[in-house]
């Protein structure tokens, strides 16, 4: 069953009055991000987009959120055109986005608490998703008290305790030391193994891109479409030893080889907006 199929969708952000940008060699008011996207992704699939920096990723994601529309094209959540935040979506965002006034139950309660599900029940759900991230003990404590891997759990077990059936997470771990992001990722997986929601994550990581998904998504450079779907075979549950092998390394350098030009487009296309040679 699909659950998100994206259509032809186009973005272009308006310029302040007076700037202007260089397009396919004319000037422009209008800064194209988003060119023709074409997705579908099934109910209960982990999804993984990469690309080069700056080349529209956490915009797709936004659209699929129903926080910034399509100039053209249009974003499905099962079968209904996403046109405001849907009630069965919950976003992750790089940053941790907690209330630093409310404890780490408090902050997960926070969501349900909006949804207007009674006190009992979300203080047991907030209880329940803590305890899976491995936070019992520290319900009490507030962001201020918690390492940023301890925030970003407490970030994620929010999102998770509205039992959402798209889970769209822009770049969740990048802020993170390597020791706790790899802790992350296979406690992400752990979890989603169990309640497989359809999960489209955005990383600058191949490693992670290849780590968590069931299809890699390459986009090319701005403004973006897909240029690659890389199905991964790698069998689940998955551990971290799995990156060692010649599967996972095989994986990597398909993922590089497609992304690889892209990048190198994005720099150039930097250099020239910034007026140094390449």
């Known amino acids: 069953m699909d659950r998100i199929v994206i259509n032809n ?24 991000v988003l060119d023709g996207v074409d997705l579908t ?12 920096s700056g080349s529209g990723k956490s915009v797709l994601l936004d659209i699929i959120a129903g926080l910034t529309e399509a100039s053209s094209g249009e974003a499905m959540i099962d079968g ?12 992750v ?3 941790y986005a907690l209330f630093p006034w409310r404890t780490a139950l408090q902050n997960v309660e926070y969501a349900l608490e909006v949804r207007g599900t009674p006190k009992a029940e979300r203080r047991e759900k907030a209880q329940y998703f803590l305890h899976l991230f491995g936070l019992s003990g520290f319900e009490d404590r507030f962001p201020s008290q918690l390492s940023g891997g301890m925030q970003q759990r407490v970030a994620i077990a929010r999102a998770l305790s509205t039992d959402p059936e798209v889970l769209l997470m822009d770049e969740p771990f990048a802020a993170l030391d390597a ?14 193994a169990q309640i497989k929601t359809t999960v489209v994550f955005v990383t ?22 897909v240029k690659q779907i890389i199905d991964i ?23 590089w080889e497609s992304l690889r030009d892209e990048v190198r487009k994005a720099q150039r296309d930097w250099a020239l907006a910034s007026g140094y040679a390449m």
């Open 93 to 95: 965002f790089q940053q």
């Open 179 to 192: 020791q706790t992001r790899d802790i992350l990722q296979t406690e992400l997986l752990r979890i989603w």
């Open 204 to 225: 600058h990581s191949i490693d992670e891109a290849i780590f968590l998904a069931d299809r890699v998504v390459v986009m090319t450079a701005r403004p973006a479409s």
């Open 80 to 91: 209904g055109v996403v046109r405001r935040p849907h009630p069965k979506t919950a976003y």
């Open 9 to 32: 969708v186009h973005k272009a952000f308006a310029l302040k009055p007076g700037q202007t940008v260089v397009v396919d060699g004319q000037k422009s008011v209008r800064i194209p």
């Open 233 to 255: 075979d790698l069998g689940r549950p998955r551990d971290i030893e799995l990156r060692n092998g010649q599967a996972f390394n095989t994986y990597r350098t398909q993922v």
């Open 41 to 52: 992704v099934r109910s209960g699939e982990f999804i993984t987009l990469v690309g080069p």
